[in-house]
């Protein structure tokens, strides 16, 4: 099934779902999973394996990460190839002072941002997705 591809389209049914919980980047050496991990999502780089977990889990692990984050999911089927979408949602948060980490997956495209703002990066997405709907 082809995900949709038109921006408007995309940006007025983005539905911003917030996830339960905080969520934090860190890295390993190794190209494995420690035990005990469920990531949410992984990277591997020349550097190391980047690991997207539940903060809770990497203290568990004893792994160190720098901040942490919201994981937001916007839950319109955006296919891989549409074009417009992360830029005009990135400039919408930047507008509002909001960084964002993007990853994308086959079906949906996951926002992390600063997780004492998280809420507030929801309503600017609901705002962008009003706004698109109404022309």
């Known amino acids: 099934m082809s995900g949709e591809r038109d921006l408007r389209t995309l ?11 905080t969520y934090v980047f860190c890295t390993v050496d190794a190209a494995t999973v ?3 991990t ?5 990277v591997l780089e020349p550097e190391g394996l980047t690991l997207v977990l539940r903060q809770e889990d ?11 984050a ?6 319109i089927h955006s296919a891989l190839d549409a074009v417009g ?22 079906h ?13 990066a929801v309503a600017v997405l609901e705002g ?3 706004r698109s709907a109404q022309g």
Request: overall charge negative; aromatic content about 6%; charged content about 15%.
């Open 11 to 21: 940006l007025s049914g983005m539905r911003p779902e917030l996830h339960e919980g």
């Open 34 to 36: 420690p035990a005990g």
């Open 38 to 42: 469920a990531p949410v999502a992984t």
């Open 58 to 68: 990497a203290d568990a692990a004893g792994l160190a990460y720098d901040c942490t």
């Open 70 to 75: 919201g994981w937001i999911t916007l839950r």
């Open 85 to 106: 979408l992360t830029a005009a949602f990135a400039a919408e948060l930047g507008a509002h002072g909001l960084s964002c980490n993007v990853i994308a997956g086959y």
């Open 108 to 120: 949906h495209d996951h926002l992390f941002v600063a997780a004492d703002r998280a809420a507030e």
């Open 128 to 130: 962008l997705a009003a």
